[in-house]
């Protein structure tokens, strides 16, 4: 079963409008954290924002904020305000911690389009 | 400057043959990991090591094989056993194992585009 889940394979979006990009994970684990990549077509991974499972307040970085429904096992990527910049893959990740050490498991993104 | 390398930026295999990729970090990070990306798809770990001289298998290890002799560096071997290497290879690293460090995000390197001719 996948751990991370991303439903979207393609979104799009105008500039200045605000968009949401979901994210479901499934984890036993108590404690573990969710991280949000953006990669541009250059192949880089660039941090957007992190979400620890025992956080009270959902996480805000600039223009990201993380809807995070703990219950739901959801951890969504809002990007309020687009730019075409953001036009980029997204990835949701989450830190899973193990006998053998931490791994980090990514799900299989979604392709955020901004149009002018 | 501290960071994460990749080298080489392009690779180029014969069948058959074996390859293996570098990574190295001067971020002073314990945990370090292989992720392989094809075209318009996620990252699939490969494997991942948490100290020195020693290793564990991701999701997609097989065909695979690493070290980690020194804790700056973390070399991925592509072997003939892997029969459809083609992919994007990411290396990242991160100081997860140290408990006031988990909220930190893990670092990556620009990757290797490994192509079998």
């Known amino acids: 079963a996948q751990k991370i889940t991303q439903t979207q394979p393609g979104m799009f979006v105008q500039e200045k409008e605000a968009v949401t990009l979901d994210c479901t994970y499934d984890t036993s684990d108590p404690s573990y954290g969710l991280f949000w990549y953006k990669q541009p077509s250059s192949g880089e991974m660039i941090f957007l924002i992190y979400q620890g499972s025992y956080d009270q307040q959902n996480a805000t970085e600039g223009r990201y904020s993380l809807n995070f429904q703990k219950a739901r096992k959801s951890a969504n990527l809002v990007i309020s305000a687009s730019q075409l910049g953001d036009s980029a893959m997204y990835f949701c990740a989450m830190r899973e911690e193990n006998q053998a050490g931490t791994a980090l498991i990514f799900g299989k993104g979604t392709t955020l389009s901004v149009s002018s | 400057d501290g960071g994460i390398t990749q080298s080489p930026k392009y690779l180029f295999r014969k069948e058959g043959q074996n390859v293996t990729l570098s990574c190295e970090q001067n971020l002073n990070h314990d945990a370090m990991y292989w992720y392989r990306q094809d075209p318009g798809q996620g990252l699939r770990l490969i494997y991942y090591s948490q100290i020195v001289n020693d290793f564990q298998k991701g999701d997609i290890a097989e065909g695979y094989s690493v070290s980690r002799e020194k804790k700056e560096s973390f070399p991925l071997t592509v072997t003939s056993a892997q029969k459809n290497p083609t992919a994007f290879y990411l290396c990242?690293?991160?100081?997860?194992?140290?408990?006031?460090?988990?909220?930190?995000?893990?670092?990556f390197g620009q990757g290797t585009r490994l192509t079998v001719v």
């Open positions: 990242a690293s991160s100081i997860w194992g140290v408990d006031r460090f988990m909220n930190t995000e893990a670092f």
